[in-house]
């Protein structure tokens, strides 16, 4: 489900029993987001949010893709009820957007499963075909102050012969988070937002975006002639696996002069400048058009 440009980073664990296929949740970005933004508004009477979770499912059920999620109001008395009616109304909304993606379960806020967790399991299972929902939750207070991702996720399986709604025993399974290189650029940015003081961050321009991709490439370059030299030198046990991916990378890499590398990127450079100058003065020239629009029409 993944392709060769999706990047993981794996945010929790789970044992899996012999002879049999390993479970994987993956989840998207926009669901973080969603999730966050959501606590973010929530009611104060209220101490965590709960919601829906979409996406899609391989076949045998053992890969779930978490994309997307919306909000789910409640009442909370003696017990956790949901607003049926929207949460309906919400579903019919998404299908209409994304036919394709279904319910896999539901998130909560908190860093613990809770007694009130069983029933609300029953209730999205029904909408979840012959599949166990999948339940994740969500460390906010965690998420927002420290690296720690704080999420968990969880599917359920029956206790005994009991056919009580709510019987069930929680399961923890393997969770990550999945993006691809298109968006790897806005989380970059929020996470430069996080660590300043004012809690906020500019888009970077073509030429800051230049800066950045040139100082990863020296970086991953010195780390791999490190660890080339250290290999040979004896300091280091040599990884064959290593070895051919570095080999099959340096045997595509075309053969060029110093001298030819830096007229070719010279000029490119060169049309990029040109591009981000006409932009500038594409948006100067609307922004006088604009005004003086303004001044004619007063």
Known sequence: MANDSTLFVSVGNSATAPHQRPFSCTIS????????????????????VIGALLGVRSPDGTEVEIRNSFSVIYTE???????????????????????????????TTGPNLTPSSAPLHTVFSQDTGHFRPIHVTFDTEQLLKSDDMGIQAYTSAPVGFSTKPGDCLYLPVPCEIKYVDAERSGLDMLASAKSS?????????????LEVAIGKLQEMLQRISEYVDSVV???????????????????????????????????????????????????????????????VSN
Not at 259 to 273: R, V
């Open 29 to 48: 970005p926009v669901v973080l987001f969603g999730v966050l933004d959501h606590y973010l508004r929530h009611d104060d009477k209220q101490d965590k």
């Open 233 to 295: 030198a004896g300091n280091e046990k040599p990884n064959n696996a290593i070895g051919r991916y570095i080999m099959d990378t340096v045997s595509v890499v075309p053969k060029v002069d110093s001298a030819s590398f830096e007229k070719m990127f010279n000029s490119h450079l060169q049309d990029l400048l040109m591009v981000v100058y006409l932009a500038n003065m594409t948006r100067t020239q609307l922004s006088v058009a604009e005004r003086l629009n303004l001044l």
């Open 77 to 107: 008395d003696a017990q956790i009820s949901l607003d049926k009616e929207h949460y309906t109304n919400m579903h019919d909304l998404h299908q209409r957007v994304n036919p394709e993606e279904q319910i896999l379960g539901w998130y």
């Open 197 to 209: 003081e004012t809690r906020s961050a500019s888009l970077l321009s073509d030429m800051d975006h």
